[in-house]
């Protein structure tokens, strides 16, 4: 049975590779149809042998990482999915089988020199020292991570395709750093580059045709530059000092603020309190001295005695007294020991 090419594989739009029958007829139909079956000796079957041997190599297995690119005379002609196939022997058609799944790696601003623990590193600073929007100079680097998306594209379209990819990395990571301040870019909008870095880049690679996908991109060390590293330590330390004082000092106003003002409210009350106290007072005084006046104004000298002796017991409840029987008035020695009498008793112990 001959070897078929089952081309329902959506990868490419190429003929299929004709089978061995077809490639044995076509032979003998260049030769006019006298194309020998027999040689004297053995050199027809070592011919034969030769011919099966190289129409042999035209068999090959695509891994399941990879995809099959077949070339014929230098022309891509059609792609195979993972598993066996067959092609046309060299030199006719040629294979290429790129690793489509292999997701590749691309350090940018840095190289590394050894895995070891630790791991050693090579800073360039050609690639990683790049200008922010307020005019700063900054040391980015970074890695990008892409896998092959398109094969032929990938292969043909460009001649260096890694050096190509890290060229459109660093503009565009040096074009996203342009637009921002130094402060986002040391602290909290490294996110936010990365994503943006890896948009930019995914879209200049597919406008060039490049058939690579962008799978990450990493921010791994920002710094400001050796020279000034200090200078920005001093300006961070005192921003932080800054943002403590000014910590501190809210904690402070959320302190005594609402002491403050519940004192305030109680001082409020009370006065409140006591101002309705006073009015009620004055008011009840006003209307007993107007009820006295009435009175008064109706029988003088009942109200008159009816006031005095109001004054005397409000008065004399707050004194001793001695009562003394003027019937035996007569009878007592005028040297009464009175001061013994007005001792108040002593409290119980």
Not at 192 to 198: A, F, H, L, R, S
């Amino acid at each position: 049975m001959p070897w078929e090419y089952n081309g329902d594989d959506n990868q490419g739009g190429g003929p299929q590779p004709p089978d061995l029958e077809d490639v044995i007829k076509k032979i003998k139909q260049r030769f006019g149809g006298k194309f020998p079956t027999k040689l004297p000796g053995g050199i027809g079957i070592i011919l034969l042998f030769i011919l099966i041997g190289w129409l042999a190599t035209g068999f090959y297995i695509v891994g399941p990482d990879e995809l099959g690119v077949v070339q014929r005379f230098g022309k891509v002609v059609y792609t195979t999915n993972p598993g066996p196939h067959w092609h046309m022997p060299t030199p006719v058609e040629t294979v290429i089988k790129p690793r489509v799944t292999q997701v590749k790696r691309l350090e940018i601003g840095f190289r590394s020199i050894s895995q070891a623990t630790p791991a050693r590193y090579q800073v360039v600073p050609h690639e990683s020292l790049m200008l922010t929007g307020d005019e700063n100079i900054v040391d980015a680097q970074f890695i990008v991570q892409y896998r092959i998306k398109d094969p032929v594209n990938y292969l043909f379209n460009v001649a260096d395709q890694e050096k190509s990819v890290r060229d459109v990395a660093e503009a565009s990571m040096r074009e996203i750093i342009g637009k921002s301040v130094i402060d986002e870019v040391l602290t909290v909008g490294k996110f936010k580059i990365q994503q943006e870095v890896k948009t930019l880049l995914q879209k200049i690679l597919d406008r060039y045709q490049l058939g690579v996908a962008v799978v990450a991109v990493q921010l791994q060390d920002v710094h400001p530059p050796k020279a000034v590293i200090e200078a920005f330590k001093d300006v961070a330390s005192a921003k932080e000092n800054k943002i403590k004082l000014i910590n501190e000092s809210q904690g402070y106003q959320n302190d005594i603020l609402p002491k403050a003002k519940g004192k305030a409210t109680q001082m409020i009350n009370q006065a409140m309190a006591s101002k309705s106290e006073m009015i009620n007072i004055a008011q009840g005084d006003a209307a007993r001295f107007l009820s006295n006046l009435r009175g008064y104004r109706q029988a003088p000298s009942v109200t008159r005695k009816r006031m005095y002796l109001e004054t005397m017991e409000t008065v004399l409840a707050k004194v001793d007294k001695i009562i003394i029987d003027q019937k035996v008035q007569q009878n007592l020695l005028p040297l009464l020991p009175i001061d013994p009498l007005r001792l108040k008793k002593q409290p119980a112990k």
